[in-house]
């Protein structure tokens, strides 16, 4: 998959899903730009990151999420706005989205990824690397099961990449659910060993779920992982590559 920087994009029609990237180390310039564009409620939870990175990181994916939103919506990204979900999942007030585009936002390290949809529960999560978190223990106490004795089987070469592989499918799902803490980890199974394709195996819940979504192993930076859950089967993905050119400021 190659992520490209679109001439032009606003058309998503139905059953296809696009992929944002951006690059969370930007000029300073830049951040002002993109600062901008957010709320007073956006700048004061930006303000309250104790470090100039974090803070910077939350503006500029913020400010994708806002232009891109905005430009599918038609509309400027400061009249972009958001309702929040018992837990805290946020979505597009109805009177701005007529076409009832989902959509979701993650970030890690200096990386973050966004997915827009017309009408489909979407969910998507990007990690980096973290030896020090992917072990055997976290998993044990995090995984099901079956996948805590997939990764034990696996190879110490192979363990950090299939743990952060397992545990972006798993958050990309409970994402798309919109259940937060509320859906416990171990309360589903996803594939994810090496040479084996990506795929939701089991709910614990309701096996029927199982056939509901379509998982995607996501072309990541070299030390990360990335994994896009999608409602339904047989999407188109595209990518897009975000940048200053993207900020749609009058």
């Not at 400061?78 to 597009?92: N, R």
């Amino acid at each position: 998959m190659i992520w490209a920087t679109p001439a032009s994009c606003d058309d998503l029609p139905p059953g296809e899903v696009h992929l944002w990237r951006v690059h969370l180390l930007q000029p300073s310039a830049v951040i002002q730009r993109c600062r901008a564009l957010l709320a007073p409620d956006e700048t004061a939870r930006a303000d309250r990151f104790y470090f100039d990175k974090d803070r910077n990181r939350f503006t500029i994916a913020r400010a994708m999420l806002k232009t891109v939103l905005g430009n599918y919506l038609k509309i400027q990204p400061q009249q972009v706005q958001f309702i929040y979900g018992p837990q805290e999942k946020p979505d597009l007030r109805p009177e701005i989205n007529p076409r009832c585009f989902k959509f979701n936002l993650s970030h890690s390290g200096e990386y973050a990824l966004l997915a827009v949809t017309p009408g489909l529960e979407v969910g998507i999560d990007i990690e980096q690397f973290r030896p020090d978190f992917g072990t055997q223990e976290i998993a044990q106490r995090f995984f099901s099961a079956q996948e805590s004795r997939i990764l034990c089987a696996l190879s110490e070469e192979q363990k950090v990449e299939a743990f952060f592989k397992c545990w972006t499918r798993k958050e990309a799902f409970v994402k798309a659910l919109g259940g937060g803490l509320s859906i416990p980890l171990d309360s589903f199974d996803v594939a994810f060993s090496p040479g084996t394709h990506p795929a939701l195996l089991r709910v614990a819940k309701d096996q029927q779920e199982t056939t509901r979504w379509a998982v995607y192993d996501l072309d990541a930076p070299s030390g990360y992982a990335a994994a896009l859950i999608v409602e339904g089967q047989r999407h188109t993905l595209k990518f897009w590559e975000w940048s200053q050119e993207n900020l749609l400021i009058e």
